[in-house]
């Protein structure tokens, strides 16, 4: 029982440390170097074969 809590509590500390390095990385700077708010990604226009816009979670529909 005891293995088993200090896995489990290996697991976590171990989950906890990897992921904060990934969101605390590289923060967004302007063109003087001072930090700003990162511009958020822009969704992304599906087309459907014929090359026409569609929803994208449409069938044959593929980014492009």
């Known amino acids: 029982m005891r293995l088993r ?7 976590v500390v171990t989950l906890i440390g990897v992921s904060a390095p990934v ?3 590289a ?3 302007d063109a003087k170097g001072k930090f700003t708010t990162c511009p958020k990604p ?3 226009k599906c087309r459907d074969e014929k090359g026409r816009y569609a929803k994208c979670p449409a069938q ?5």
């Open 23 to 25: 969101s605390a990385a």
């Open 27 to 29: 923060p967004c700077r």
């Open 42 to 44: 822009k969704p992304a």
């Open 5 to 11: 809590l200090l896995l489990s509590s290996l697991a």
């Open 60 to 64: 044959g529909a593929g980014p492009g």
